[in-house]
């Protein structure tokens, strides 16, 4: 799959689907992915940022992912930033640290998320409880700074 073929899925999978402050879900996928892409980050980087969090939301199936046209680099990366039921945040940065080319598209993935524009939206509660939460998983990964 083109990359092209790659984001008209994801945008296709998450349709309906909004963020925490009640955006449509393809413009944080969309960010993720230009924010890959401004890293430096390749095709198949991007093509993984488009899919992060399709398997985790059950927008797309596990079982879509091992038969899509994608390489295996693409499919371990998306496997790698899909947080499993009851996995410890240290052993889901560790898979991501493992898995080459992982971090980068979890950095994007964080970097928009912690956006202080997109938390101001949410009720104070939340954005401190989501601030936190983003803060400790870019020091697991080794991020700070």
């Known amino acids: 799959m ?6 008209a899925t994801a945008r296709a999978a998450h349709t309906g689907q909004t963020d925490k402050a009640g955006r449509p ?18 095709d198949e980087q991007i093509a993984a ?5 399709a398997v985790e939301d059950d927008a ?3 079982e879509w992912l091992r038969g ?4 295996s680099r693409t499919k371990d990366i998306v496997l790698a930033v899909t947080k499993r039921a009851g ?21 994007s993935d ?16 939340t954005r401190k409880r989501l601030t936190e939460k983003y803060a400790r998983m870019r020091a697991l990964l080794g991020l700070v700074g």
């Open 2 to 7: 083109t990359v092209a073929q790659v984001e």
């Open 25 to 42: 879900y393809a413009e944080h996928l969309r960010a993720v992915a230009e924010g890959v892409r401004a890293r430096g980050g390749d």
């Open 49 to 53: 940022a488009w899919l992060h969090d």
């Open 60 to 62: 797309l199936s596990a």
């Open 68 to 71: 899509a046209a994608l390489s």
């Open 87 to 107: 996995e410890p945040p240290e052993a889901y940065a560790a898979r991501i640290l493992a898995t080459p080319g992982a971090l980068l598209v979890k950095e």
């Open 110 to 125: 964080l970097a928009h998320n912690a956006d202080p524009d997109r938390l101001a939206v949410l009720d104070e509660v």
